[in-house]
């Protein structure tokens, strides 16, 4: 049983919901794990002080040429268009296929040398594929960690995106397949619509939509929605930080018939209790309530 | 010409709140919205578009069933698991890497260039903004902020406009990248709650990574006083400027709602009042 826990806009309260939710989920169920898959900015290890007993780095696949066996093949009738067409008759152009192939120019001969560069690579093995000589192979290239603990009685997996790493789906990827095996899996997406989010919620049962009653919570929901349908995944509402301007998110669920799963209350104290790392629901247990229709839709589910 | 970019690790520390009332007290500039994947700086300007321009992330595979003889190397070749046992491709896992289509021995897979978003150069009470709207569900939005900024600067060059004003996006991957890179100066906003600091200090690393100067603003500043005093210190000890501490105010939400900045929202309050300290200080830094 997958869960996530996801919204357009960031700073809705995803993580809130997230470990709340699973913390009382520990308490009714075995086997309760907390993924973190907002690999970029991971905060739920602030809320559940987990203690990591295993820590894995992630590699991407990259390629590495060998210059001794890099025959310059170029001049190819690959242009990358995929029109054929004979490219190069007359200029002596040193070039290879590898390049060519390469649509994230992670590859480029200058000088009639090949040139890697790691970072734009997508590990997807084209170039190693399309090399006549055999002189390509792979090494890694870090894109971040996947620790893993138990915190506030329960299993808890995040991925820690490297310091200057441009791409996150794969850490994504390998941090929901640390957690896998668990029985029930509550997992806090990245903000946003595009790679990230659609890594994060591929293959889930269910999606909690969070979201706050202001415009820009309100439009970026719209977005999130949009993807959700996509996919064609099931989804409810969260209202986070609900009060006076709640009809916004309301007018919209009605007309597009998605239901509003619960409420949780604009409220100084929940937002302090909130800067200071603490689960509300150990700080302030009269708000369990705000969390039960949760744990029913996943009771449910199971 | 000078680049302003705001940013902020974490989301929702009001950042596009604060790039809206900067931008309503800058002159002569260019913004651009590089939070592509859920922009919402427009819902302040209220945009007039005057060009539209399709942006185009990369290709996407696609099999002929009637030229295909299922000889299952796609599959086996395919690293992103886009392609189904029957032979159809998955266009929200494809990646675009044409792998595929360069091994496909009976050439059944066409290989062509989709669009996936517009962006759009528009006038507002403030000036030109350019910003973009991404498909849904589509991929390499840091093609399109690097894309739209380079537009904006082309713009400012011909409009002799003497800076650009950057929203930026969550988090500290691709677009974030694309959104710094160039920039002379970044202001990340951040918020007093342990999240925040943490989110804050992980973008932080990334701009001294790339060598671009940056500074604090922190919102919500009294909502912790601890944790905003940690800040300061922290700061002051590593010698970054906090430029700004703007208080806890429902402010943020009811100009949202009224579609103003919060200077014009409410001119004299005390948020307008920190926002506009906030700029001095910026304006100074960038002569």
């Known amino acids: ?302 | 010409m000078k680049e302003l970019v705001i940013i902020s690790g974490k989301g929702g520390t009001g950042k596009t709140s604060i790039t809206a009332a900067m931008a309503n007290l800058a002159k002569n500039k260019v913004m651009v919205d590089c939070d592509v994947d859920a922009a919402d700086l427009h819902l302040i300007l209220n945009p007039q578009i005057q060009k539209t321009t399709d942006f185009y992330a990369g290709k996407s595979a696609q099999i002929n069933p009637e030229i295909c003889v299922k000889c299952g190397r796609c599959v086996e070749v395919c690293r992103f698991g886009a392609i189904s046992k029957d032979f159809a491709v998955d266009e929200i896992s494809c990646e675009g890497c044409g792998t595929c289509f360069y091994q496909c021995p009976s050439n059944a897979i066409k290989f062509e260039q989709v669009k996936s978003g517009e962006w759009f150069e528009s006038d507002t009470r403030f000036g030109k903004l350019i910003h973009a709207r991404l498909g849904i569900a589509e991929e390499n939005s840091g093609k399109l902020v690097s894309e739209i900024k380079n537009y904006a600067r082309l713009v400012a060059k011909q409009n002799n406009n003497d800076l650009i004003i950057v929203d930026g996006s969550p988090g500290i991957g691709c677009p974030v990248i694309a959104s710094i890179s160039g920039a002379h100066l970044v202001v990340i906003v951040t918020e007093p709650t342990l999240s925040g600091l943490h989110d804050a200090l992980r973008v932080l690393k990334l701009t001294q990574h790339f060598k671009i100067p940056a500074s604090i603003c922190i919102n919500k500043y009294d909502l912790n006083l601890e944790l905003t005093k940690k800040m300061e210190d922290f700061c002051m000890d590593k010698g970054i400027e906090i430029v700004g501490k703007i208080p806890y105010d429902k402010i943020f939400t009811q100009a949202m709602i009224k579609e103003q900045t919060i200077i014009e929202y409410e001119p004299d309050s005390e948020v307008s009042a920190r926002i506009k300290e906030m700029w001095n200080i910026i304006s100074f830094n960038r002569k």
């Open chain 1, 1 to 302: 049983m997958k869960i996530a826990v996801a919204s357009g806009k960031g700073g809705t309260g995803k993580s809130t919901v997230s470990t709340n939710l699973a913390y009382l989920l520990s308490k009714a169920y075995k086997d309760v794990c907390l993924i973190d898959c907002d690999v970029e900015e991971p905060n739920c290890h602030i809320f559940l002080k987990p203690n990591f007993n295993k820590s894995n780095p992630v590699y991407v696949p990259v390629p590495q040429v060998d210059t001794e066996k890099c025959i310059q093949c170029g001049m190819s009738l690959i242009p990358k268009d995929g029109q054929s067409s004979i490219i190069g008759d007359t200029l002596p152009l040193r070039s290879g296929k590898c390049a060519e192939v390469c649509q994230y120019n992670a590859l480029a001969f200058v000088k009639g040398k090949v040139i890697v560069f790691p970072e734009l690579c997508h590990g997807c093995g084209s170039c190693g594929l399309i090399c006549p000589s055999d002189a390509i192979s792979e090494t890694g290239r870090e894109v971040g960690v996947v620790e893993s603990g138990l915190g506030q009685g329960f299993d808890f997996v995040h991925g820690k995106s490297r310091i200057g790493e441009a791409m996150s789906p794969p850490l994504i990827k390998a941090a929901k397949q640390a957690g896998q095996n668990h029985n029930i899996q509550i997992l806090d997406c990245p903000p946003g619509t595009s790679c990230p989010v659609i890594m994060a919620v591929k293959g889930v049962d269910y999606v909690f939509m969070v979201t706050e009653p202001t415009p820009f919570g309100l439009y970026d929901l719209k977005l999130a929605v949009d993807v959700m349908r996509k996919l064609g995944l099931p989804f409810g509402i969260v209202i986070n930080r609900s009060g006076e301007n709640d009809n916004l998110i309301e007018d919209y669920a009605k007309a597009e018939n998605i239901e509003i799963l619960t409420k949780i209350p604009d409220n100084r104290k929940i937002a302090e209790c909130y800067s200071r790392g603490e689960l509300v629901l150990k700080a302030l247990p009269e708000y369990k309530s705000a969390f039960e229709p949760l744990v029913n839709i996943v009771r449910g589910l199971l």
